[in-house]
């Protein structure tokens, strides 16, 4: 599978690994085959976007991303003096700090995994920054690097992730918030899997984001509760199509290799594995803008939201849509059909009394 994988990310192209982000988006749509297999295959979708003529501003800002090393930076500090403060640990000095260093993300896997066995198995405090975590998605392995892990004297795991965003008067920007906790449920999710395999071991399903307090530079934390979000992220994954099934059923010498193939030619791969565009991509996916174009090429009802597409049932395109609310088409028993034609008469008659509105509030005028 490997070997295919790199044919169509193309042998010269070093694969672009997936991130706890990635996987968050990712589980929120997972009947996208289209992202399932560019991200399994390692496929750049930023530089596969641009090469389309559909170049996305997904992602965050350069400014954005050196804010936020700056504040994680001063965060981490001194032994992660400031961080521990936050948790609640008196002695900062007899905190374990294991070193985590290891050849390639496979070794840092292993080496995180061994620290948090040998953490857990003495009892006390333990700070892992950057561990490496390892998690299967669709047959494809992903490594992702939370913040910080904490290893708590009674063997609990607990996920910290360090957000420059500020926390106002005890409270964040709910959206951000929202995202934080989606990408941190894929890292609980990840070290569920070496809990399974530790004695003693067990991952709170809270983590502790840090932000910023006020619009000072000084550090605040607040416990945030992923339950809800591990929940979904779990159940989304197991629903992925594997990405060698997705593989196996394209057409012959299909590649997405973007150093070697036109325009044209990666606009005929990339339409040939079928996707599932919602207008939630435009924040999630970098291939947003050319899946979107396309969309509404096919006038898929699916560009006006999930909800309106789930609403309409087998009307699967606009012009079927309107062709049933004026009558042309469509069963007049269905439900959505008989409800498109109300809606369509409720239209016209308001639209037949608007000139008389007008005139009388004319008349009335004078």
């Given at each position: 599978m490997?070997a295919?994988?790199?044919?169509l990310?193309?042998?010269?192209v070093v694969?672009t690994?997936?991130?706890?982000?990635a996987?968050a988006?990712?589980?929120?749509?997972p009947?996208?085959?289209?992202?399932?297999l560019?991200?399994?295959?390692g496929?750049?979708?930023t530089?596969?976007?641009a090469k389309l003529?559909?170049?996305?501003a997904?992602g965050?800002?350069?400014?954005?991303?050196m804010?936020?090393?700056?504040?994680?930076?001063?965060?981490k500090a001194?032994?992660?003096?400031e961080?521990?403060?936050l948790l609640?640990v008196?002695e900062?000095?007899?905190?374990?700090?294991?070193d985590?260093?290891?050849?390639?993300?496979?070794?840092?896997?292993?080496?995180?995994?061994?620290?948090?066995?040998e953490?857990t198995?003495a009892g006390?405090?333990?700070l892992?920054?950057?561990?490496?975590l390892a998690?299967e998605v669709?047959?494809s392995?992903?490594y992702?690097e939370?913040?910080?892990?904490v290893v708590?004297?009674?063997g609990?795991?607990?996920?910290?992730?360090i957000?420059s965003?500020?926390?106002?008067?005890?409270?964040a920007?709910?959206a951000k918030?929202?995202?934080?906790?989606?990408?941190?449920?894929?890292?609980?999710?990840a070290l569920?899997?070496v809990?399974?395999?530790?004695e003693?071991?067990?991952?709170?399903?809270h983590?502790?984001?840090v932000?910023p307090?006020?619009?000072?530079?000084l550090?605040?934390?607040?416990?945030v509760d992923?339950?809800?979000q591990?929940?979904v992220?779990r159940?989304?994954?197991?629903?992925l199509?594997?990405?060698?099934?997705?593989?196996?059923a394209?057409?012959?010498?299909?590649t997405f290799d973007?150093e070697t193939?036109?325009?044209?030619e990666?606009?005929?791969?990339?339409e040939?594995v079928?996707h599932?565009?919602?207008?939630?991509?435009?924040?999630?996916c970098?291939?947003a803008?050319?899946c979107?174009?396309?969309?509404?090429e096919?006038?898929?009802?699916e560009t006006?939201?999930?909800?309106?597409?789930?609403?309409?049932g087998g009307?699967t395109?606009?012009?079927?849509v309107?062709a049933?609310?004026r009558?042309e088409?469509?069963?007049a028993?269905?439900?959505?059909v008989?409800?498109l034609?109300r809606?369509q008469?409720?239209r016209a008659?308001a639209?037949?009394?608007a000139?008389?509105?007008r005139?009388?509030?004319g008349?009335l005028?004078?």
């Amino acid at each position: 599978m490997w070997a295919r994988l790199a044919e169509l990310r193309g042998p010269a192209v070093v694969p672009t690994p997936l991130d706890a982000r990635a996987l968050a988006a990712l589980a929120a749509n997972p009947g996208c085959r289209r992202r399932a297999l560019l991200d399994g295959a390692g496929v750049d979708k930023t530089v596969l976007a641009a090469k389309l003529g559909a170049p996305s501003a997904y992602g965050q800002s350069q400014f954005a991303i050196m804010r936020g090393n700056a504040f994680e930076a001063k965060v981490k500090a001194d032994g992660g003096r400031e961080l521990l403060r936050l948790l609640g640990v008196e002695e900062p000095g007899a905190v374990r700090r294991p070193d985590l260093a290891a050849a390639g993300p496979q070794g840092r896997a292993a080496r995180t995994a061994l620290a948090l066995r040998e953490a857990t198995a003495a009892g006390g405090w333990a700070l892992l920054d950057h561990p490496m975590l390892a998690l299967e998605v669709a047959g494809s392995p992903a490594y992702l690097e939370p913040d910080a892990v904490v290893v708590h004297p009674d063997g609990r795991w607990t996920v910290v992730e360090i957000k420059s965003f500020p926390m106002v008067d005890g409270s964040a920007d709910a959206a951000k918030v929202g995202a934080a906790a989606r990408q941190s449920a894929v890292y609980v999710l990840a070290l569920e899997r070496v809990a399974a395999l530790t004695e003693g071991a067990e991952v709170a399903h809270h983590v502790v984001l840090v932000c910023p307090k006020d619009f000072s530079n000084l550090p605040t934390a607040s416990v945030v509760d992923v339950r809800k979000q591990l929940s979904v992220t779990r159940r989304q994954l197991t629903r992925l199509t594997r990405v060698e099934d997705i593989a196996a059923a394209l057409p012959e010498g299909v590649t997405f290799d973007v150093e070697t193939c036109s325009a044209e030619e990666l606009t005929a791969a990339v339409e040939s594995v079928p996707h599932a565009y919602a207008p939630e991509c435009l924040s999630a996916c970098e291939l947003a803008f050319h899946c979107r174009d396309r969309a509404r090429e096919a006038g898929a009802v699916e560009t006006l939201g999930r909800s309106v597409r789930g609403e309409l049932g087998g009307l699967t395109t606009v012009g079927a849509v309107l062709a049933a609310a004026r009558g042309e088409e469509g069963d007049a028993d269905d439900p959505t059909v008989e409800a498109l034609r109300r809606a369509q008469a409720l239209r016209a008659e308001a639209l037949a009394g608007a000139p008389a509105a007008r005139t009388g509030q004319g008349s009335l005028a004078c």
